[in-house]
């Protein structure tokens, strides 16, 4: 998800962290994802436009040349919760 759509999302541990939360008319209110601010967030990896798989590097390795995942910096999500 984006992080716009992240920080619309409630987080168990940030109401863990607050001895006092937030209070409005009596009923407490919880505190939602802070997005990559957030130490657990991590960044999606998605498919690299430019990566040619047939493309081999001859020594030392014979590995293929680049990466076939990039990180994003628009999609991401909780690194609590599992790969985003």
Known sequence: MTEEE???KWCP?????HTNPR???GEVWLHNCIGSACMAWRWAAIPNPDYKPGNY???PTQQPV????IQ??????CGLAGKP
């Open 57 to 59: 590097q001859v020594w």
């Open 72 to 77: 994003s910096d628009t999609l991401g999500g």
């Open 66 to 69: 680049g990466d076939p995942w």
């Open 13 to 17: 541990h940030a109401i863990a962290s």
């Open 23 to 25: 209070q409005h008319n």
């Open 6 to 8: 992240a920080k619309t």
